[in-house]
């Protein structure tokens, strides 16, 4: 079960769609975000994750276990498996149950274990060795702590970084996370992030400057930097880093898609192209729909981040 790789990024930034990409071979199991989950055992590693802490010792003595344990895991948060697997028993019958959130509900009243939010799934659904071979694919957002042990400790994991341009990141994330929040509440825990870094670390605590000074956007946009940025010095130069960006993927989707693949020992084929080329139209058009979304102010504070990544981790963040 150590056979995996990571996909992480900011929230808003590509992460979702590339982790569909991978879930089209035959030869994965995608996990979705199990940290989101209360009952999965990763979760207790949250303190780590989103900000780099100078103590990682319990993710350097207890990490192996625990992703193998989420590895042979499930929950709602997982995408349903609707592409051919290899690693399934002739019939997904087992899974579909349990993947049905009524028919769990009813199989709960006969196993408490049904009842968590995270469970596993049952032997008898899959093939053993081809179940063992799998390869893992997690998910994680907003994780610069867990990519920086990763790609320290654990140099046989790939980790792709996916970066999008600040635009489009926080265009997004204006629309589709803030709107359903309290911005003061919001606001309090951007600020209380960003005092966390800068008691973890000088080099921020200076970059940031006064704290209390930053508006909710910039305050967003300086965990944007400080996330992408941590992840890329820690990865850079490593054969096990692979960074992308978010426009670039919707433009060359096949060829970037070829290279991730084969860096996991995964093969593309004629179905997974034709699945590629046609998820990457709507991608491709949401791309560069910030610029006429954001008020000029909020374009500006993205440029400031853009020529910050420039001077970095540079990606083509301009297209």
Not at 18 to 40: A, I, Q
Not at 169 to 185: A, G, I, P, Q
Not at 216 to 233: G, M, V
Request: proline share 2%; hydrophobic share 35%.
């Amino acid at each position: 079960m150590n056979n995996y790789a990571v996909i992480v990024g900011h929230g808003r930034s590509g992460t979702n769609w590339l982790h569909k990409l991978f879930d089209l071979s035959e030869e994965t199991y995608c996990r979705n975000e199990p940290h989101e989950l209360s009952d999965s055992p990763i979760s207790r590693f949250n303190y780590q994750r989103v900000i780099v802490r100078n103590d990682q010792e319990i993710l350097i003595n207890d990490w192996d276990n625990t992703i193998k344990e989420v590895g042979c895991n499930m929950s709602y948060f997982d995408a349903w498996i609707k592409d051919k697997k290899n690693y399934f028993n002739s019939s997904k019958f087992i899974y579909i149950c349990l993947r049905s959130n009524k028919i769990r509900n009813l199989l709960s009243f006969f196993s408490r274990e049904l009842k968590k939010n995270e469970w596993a799934l049952p032997i008898q659904a899959v093939k053993t060795i081809e179940w063992e071979k799998a390869r893992r694919i997690y998910k994680f957002v907003m994780s610069p702590g867990w990519s920086v042990f990763l790609l320290k400790n654990r140099k046989n994991v790939p980790v792709f970084h996916i970066v999008r341009h600040p635009g489009g990141f926080l265009n997004s994330w204006k629309n589709r996370y803030l709107l359903s929040k309290e911005k003061e509440d919001v606001y309090a825990c951007n600020l209380k992030r960003l005092e966390d870094i800068a008691h973890e670390s000088d080099y921020w605590r200076n970059k940031f400057g006064d704290i209390n000074q930053l508006d909710l956007n910039e305050s967003e946009l300086w965990y944007w930097y400080y996330a992408n940025e941590t992840i890329f010095q820690a990865g850079k130069g490593k054969s096990q880093y692979t960074l992308l960006s978010f426009e670039d993927l919707t433009k060359q989707p096949v060829k970037i898609l070829n290279v991730l693949y084969q860096k996991t020992g995964l093969a593309v084929d004629d179905r997974i192209m034709k699945k590629v080329v046609m998820s990457s139209k709507n991608s491709r058009n949401i791309a560069g729909a910030w610029r006429e979304s954001l008020a000029e102010k909020e374009i500006n504070q993205c440029e400031k981040f853009v020529q910050m990544a420039r001077n970095s981790f540079g990606t083509d963040l301009d297209n």
